[in-house]
């Protein structure tokens, strides 16, 4: 007997006859960029040292980008990622850490705890977990306890740094779901498993790569701040490639720019080539530094964010909505908004 073809068998027979790009967007964003021989220029080879993760969040990547449950076109032209903030660490949490070869006692290891839940063949459905602590993240703790032990010890784990004791964590649940090739609904919900309230600041972010500062290729990309629909805040973004595409995020977020461009000042103690560089965004959230950010609303790296409390036991959830029609009205989309607007964030009790 044959079997019933689902709507997912005919996604995948337009992408296989190339009718229709369901797999131009998906996971691709890579986990990891810094510490990798990808961006390694170094003379001896030494890429862990080379590229650290501390210049992570500072320095532009050349051959790749990296986020937390992010996705991106099939040549990581166009980003989009998670950044959070429980306002007690000392940096956003933008990507996942981890030690490197020469850190680790049994070598290289991410220390944090993520899961990739679903995804379909044409990533039209895509689901991943991420477990982040109220208390400050220990990236010192983790690094020294690490080097300190032998091969023979066991290794240091998050989990026995203690960061998770009373279920003081939110689970943050990243979801896509295409309603059609260049339409792509976002939700993200955090649940607060504490016994308290706790504080929590959901950024998502959406970039471009950095292809125009290595000499080869000039052409720059650019977003800025864009009309939107009631209910929404949005942003533009124009692509020497992909043309314009829009990003819609539900209720009145915080909308910033800055420049995908190293900290040269920063990390090497010499001059930016733009008063707006990578790192703005930490500089603005976490240092009070509002200078940070471009005020003419348009750049190369944007986030949408504001901060919110979430009750003991409760979930708070932010919706998105990207892609190349500045209104996507899709009645029959999974997980669809309204045709006119999109659905606010809001809060929920969890049993």
Not at 157 to 163: N, R, Y
Request: hydrophobic share 30%; charged share 25%.
């Amino acid at each position: 007997m044959p079997r019933i073809q689902t709507t997912e068998d005919r996604r995948l027979e337009e992408a296989r006859t190339r009718k229709k790009h369901w797999k131009r967007w998906g996971p691709y964003l890579s986990e990891r960029q810094w510490g990798t021989v990808r961006e390694d220029y170094s003379a001896g080879g030494t890429a862990w040292e080379f590229f650290p993760h501390d210049h992570a969040r500072s320095r532009a990547y050349r051959w790749g980008e990296d986020g937390l449950g992010g996705i991106s076109d099939r040549h990581q032209m166009i980003c989009f990622g998670l950044a959070l903030w429980n306002g007690r660490d000392s940096i956003l949490k933008e990507r996942l850490f981890g030690l490197t070869g020469n850190q680790g006692n049994h070598g290289e290891d991410v220390k944090e705890y993520y899961f990739y839940l679903d995804s379909t063949p044409t990533h039209s459905y895509m689901r991943m977990l991420y477990k982040y602590p109220q208390a400050e993240f220990p990236y010192e703790t983790l690094l020294e306890e690490n080097q300190r032990r032998g091969r023979g010890q066991p290794e240091f784990e998050l989990l026995d740094t203690g960061v998770f004791s009373g279920s003081r964590y939110f689970d943050i649940f990243v979801e896509y779901a295409k309603a059609d090739v260049e339409d792509i609904l976002i939700r993200i919900t955090a649940v607060n498993r504490g016994p308290e309230p706790a504080a929590l600041h959901i950024l998502p972010q959406l970039w471009f790569r950095n292809t125009w500062s290595w000499g080869r290729d000039l052409r720059r990309p650019v977003a800025r701040k864009a009309t939107s629909v009631p209910g929404s805040t949005c942003a533009e973004l124009q692509h020497w490639q992909y043309g314009k595409r829009w990003l819609l995020c539900a209720g009145q977020p915080e909308l910033l720019f800055t420049e995908n461009e190293t900290n040269s000042a920063r990390l090497f103690g010499g001059r930016n080539r733009s008063p707006y560089v990578k790192d703005a965004f930490h500089e603005y959230l976490i240092q009070g530094n509002k200078a940070a950010v471009n005020p003419d609303q348009m750049g190369t790296r944007s986030s949408f964010g504001s901060p919110t409390s979430s009750p003991s036991r409760a979930w708070k959830r932010a919706q998105a909505r990207w892609g190349d029609s500045f209104l996507p009205a899709r009645k029959n989309a999974p997980m669809a908004f309204p045709a006119r607007t999109i659905l606010a964030g809001d809060t929920r009790t969890c049993s």
